[in-house]
């Protein structure tokens, strides 16, 4: 095979100005794709919150233990099929060890997490974003922080707190359960997403 040095030196003059170009699409394709993922994980905290707080009214504490075992991953399902994109909630104190450990990447952003809500930060506002690369491909990842609101403690908060009915029920449906202790303010979990490239 011959060298062509002219088309070469061609393509390597060329290559700033293609990175360059580059540079701003992709910042743009980030933007669109973070603003696509607040959307999403808004929403899976919105309608799982509201079908909490309806059966709660309507079936009682022990009752509501259903909608995160069941209706959260069925509607994080519909959204993931909708989108083409894995949407879940984690934590690292797992209720659900099945569907909601988080993997290594997730670990570390819940664990910082916990550190910028301790140093103050308000819980609600904890998210992050990047791209990265891993052995199946490269994704845009993205997790919002859920935190723990008073609704959250009949389910979540200390031995003490949880209702006689509702500690039957976890220990039922949730023999491992990890997932109680907590205080108003700390974090839950997160809402994770992550988007194939």
């Not at 995160?68 to 879940?88: D, F, L």
Request: some cysteine.
């Amino acid at each position: 095979m011959r060298l062509n040095i002219g088309g070469a030196l061609y393509l390597l003059a060329m290559a700033p100005v293609a990175m360059a170009i580059a540079r701003p699409a992709l910042a743009q394709d980030t933007a669109s794709m973070l603003t696509a993922s607040r959307q999403v994980a808004a929403k899976l905290i919105q309608e799982v919150g509201a079908q909490l707080r309806e059966e709660l009214a309507k079936g009682g504490a022990d009752e509501a233990v259903a909608v995160c075992r069941t209706v959260a991953p069925e509607i994080a399902g519909r959204m993931s099929r909708q989108t083409g994109w894995r949407v879940s909630r984690v934590s690292l104190k797992t209720r659900n060890p099945a569907l909601g450990t988080p993997d290594e990447w997730e670990q570390r952003v819940l664990a910082d997490f916990d550190r910028r809500a301790a140093a103050g930060e308000k819980p609600e506002t904890l998210e992050f974003s990047e791209i990265v690369s891993e052995p199946a491909g490269r994704f845009f990842r993205y997790i919002k922080a859920i935190p723990v609101q008073a609704l959250c403690l009949i389910c979540h908060g200390s031995t003490e707190a949880i209702p006689e009915a509702v500690h039957k029920r976890l220990w039922l449906e949730y023999p491992h359960d990890r997932a109680t202790g907590y205080t108003v303010g700390q974090i839950r979990g997160g809402v994770t997403i992550k988007q194939p490239l």
